[in-house]
């Protein structure tokens, strides 16, 4: 196809459809306008061209500052309009002095005089002491090679124990946390990894292994004043968020006695144990046997006492009755004490005192429900 039935009718020329082709049609005009040389009107009568004028110094001086103003004019309306992202701020700084803080969204800004730092307060930021998070595609690795002079540290004991901890943060003063301190990242591994050494330092090693949690919040309180005592009000930028403990063991070198001594330690755990149950089960038991011997006792003593001074009350009854008359209490005395004897007795014998044997007896009472009175009679000779 030829360019005559690319252009479109009327004459007009087609419009630039690609990048490339909008490049080279700006180049093109900026090389005609900074070019001097202008095309002579052709007259039909000459035969020379006519002698061109010299050009002026300043001419093309003057153009190239005009296209320097509007460049400079373009980029000051770009960059006077800003946005901020929903988790950022924006500080500004007008002529190198802090103006106003930004919340998130479009916001205007006076070209070349303020300057804008957008600082991201919602993510929260983490440092490492004793290993480094290695991500091999898909999947993340801890390394813990070359950082023991961050995890090896000395407890109260004077062993050594290895300790790997995580310090997250988040920005809590965007001004603070730019312009306050140098290098915030820095100023909090140095401050985390001298209060850990302090508090681990004043534990002793089964404490510092068996209670990591009460460490960790130790270390955060800690590490937050101690920002604010270097930093007064707030002016390190962050608060830190949580304090974490990923490992507490014993180096390498001495991990197979260490190993040894916690299976022994395990071991005395669980013989204490089985002792505290049996104790638990024998124990109470025996405390509640001897209680109940000796409530045994009690009532068996208030038995014997209730009794004797029953006892002795019914004897001073009868003995006031006897004194009062003697031959009637004598008799009822007899014949109730012969009415408690006599259904217990089997045989009775009646012995003469006059005679020599005792005397034979018709047993009568078996029918009728009475003891049996039987009387053996022996031959005298």
Not at 159 to 167: K, P, S
Not at 210 to 222: C, F, Q
Not at 266 to 294: C, F, H, W
Request: aromatic share 8%; charged share 25%.
């Amino acid at each position: 196809m030829s360019n005559q039935d690319q252009q479109p009718p009327w004459g007009k020329k087609q419009k630039p459809q690609t990048p490339e082709e909008i490049v080279a049609q700006l180049i093109n005009k900026l090389q005609d306008f900074f070019s001097d040389k202008k095309k002579p009107s052709a007259s039909p009568g000459d035969s020379q061209d006519p002698p061109s004028s010299p050009a002026s110094p300043f001419a093309n001086l003057g153009k190239l500052l005009s296209v320097i103003l509007i460049l400079f004019v373009l980029q000051g309306v770009y960059s006077s309009f800003f946005k901020i992202a929903p988790s950022e701020v924006g500080v500004v700084l007008r002529l190198g002095k802090y103006s106003r803080t930004t919340p998130p969204g479009l916001h205007f800004k006076i070209p070349y005089i303020d300057h804008l730092y957008k600082v991201d307060v919602e993510n929260i930021r983490k440092e490492e002491f004793g290993f480094r998070n290695r991500m091999t595609g898909q999947e993340t690795s801890f390394d813990k090679r070359g950082f023991d002079n961050e995890s090896l540290m000395l407890t109260a004991d004077k062993n050594v124990i290895n300790v790997a901890w995580i310090v997250q943060y988040r920005v809590a003063d965007p001004y603070a946390y730019l312009f306050k301190v140098a290098n915030v990242r820095q100023a909090i591994r140095d401050n985390s990894e001298a209060v850990t050494r302090r508090i681990v330092g004043n534990m002793d090693f089964d404490y510092v292994l068996s209670n990591r949690e009460l460490l960790a919040a130790s270390v955060k309180k800690e590490l937050q004043e101690q920002l604010n005592k270097l930093f007064p009000k707030g002016a390190s930028g962050v608060n830190i968020g949580t304090v974490q403990f990923q490992d507490i063991n014993p180096p390498d070198q001495v991990k197979p006695a260490f190993n040894e001594v916690n299976e022994a330690d395990q071991d005395m755990k669980r013989l204490v144990n089985e002792a505290q149950e049996t104790y638990n089960r024998v124990i109470p038991k025996a405390s509640g046997d001897a209680k109940k011997i000796v409530e045994e006792a009690y009532g068996y003593q208030a038995e014997r006492i209730n009794n004797a001074k029953g006892e002795t009350q019914r004897f001073n009854d009868i003995l006031v009755e006897y004194k009062n008359a003697p031959d009637v209490t004598r008799k009822r005395m007899y014949l109730e004490t012969m009415k408690d004897i006599m259904p217990d007795v089997q045989s009775v014998y009646v012995i003469d005192k006059d005679q020599q044997a005792p005397l034979p007896l018709l047993n009568i009472s078996s029918a009728k429900g009475l003891p049996a009175i039987q009387s053996k009679a022996t031959d005298t000779k």
